[in-house]
């Protein structure tokens, strides 16, 4: 079993829906949790960094993260095509700082 | 501005051919790391360093080894190369204060 797992899509939504991506892990000693955005060709590049269970906003984002069934998702709202992209989960240890990646749901926003 | 940078950005070479990607970041941070991607499988950390001559193994070192003479370099080397090398390389470097990870613009190798 994957420490993290992440569907790997494609996810193919219209423009303005509310995107769902998730990811859950096995280990309960992560404790920092992150979603990053790769768009093709380029790195990936840090959305949302949060370290406790319930959410956090900016702007469209939110991230949610429910430490007791070890879950975590990140909610677009308002989706735009310049959404579109793929979107990593990362957890960390902090003792290791080593990041643990999901494998990445790639994301189409449909004009 | 604040970046890593990576060089080449594309290398094809073959089996055996010693190389160096070179990793460079702008922001004093004392860690570092190198990651590869591959389909399906997500970034793995293949070497990390918390600071000048100090690295350590991620979870996939097998063919790799790296230096960390000075602060702001963090080259990753090949002795050897073999296909399944093959991959997207991302170097990382790590803000101590806040935790986030800023990643270079990769670098796709294809070993033949």
């Known amino acids: 079993q994957k420490e993290v797992e992440q569907d790997p899509g494609p996810l193919s939504v219209p423009e303005g829906a509310i995107v769902s991506l998730n990811c859950t892990y096995s280990n309960s000693a992560f404790q920092y949790f992150m979603w990053y955005r790769q768009y093709s060709r380029k790195g990936p590049e840090l959305l949302m960094y949060t370290y406790s269970s319930g959410n956090k906003e900016d702007g469209r984002f939110t991230a949610q993260v429910d430490k007791s069934s070890k879950y975590i998702s990140l909610f677009i709202r308002d989706s735009q095509p310049s959404d579109s992209a793929t979107y990593l989960c990362a957890i960390s240890d902090m003792g290791r700082r080593a990041l643990t990646f999901g494998s990445g749901t790639r994301l189409q926003v449909q004009p | 501005e604040a970046q890593v940078t990576q060089n080449p950005r594309y290398l094809i070479t073959v089996t055996g051919k010693k190389l160096t990607v070179t990793c460079s970041q702008n922001?004093?941070?004392?860690?570092m790391s190198w990651y590869r991607q591959d389909p399906g499988l997500g970034l793995r950390q293949i070497y990390y360093s918390m600071n000048v001559e100090v690295t350590d193994k991620g979870d996939v070192p097998e063919g790799y080894k790296v230096s960390r003479k000075e602060k702001r370099n963090f080259p990753l080397i090949l002795e050897s190369p073999s296909p399944n090398q093959t991959s997207l390389y991302f170097c990382a470097s790590r803000n101590d204060v806040n935790g986030e990870q800023y990643f270079g613009p990769g670098t796709r190798l294809t070993v033949t």
């Open positions: 922001m004093n941070h004392e860690y």
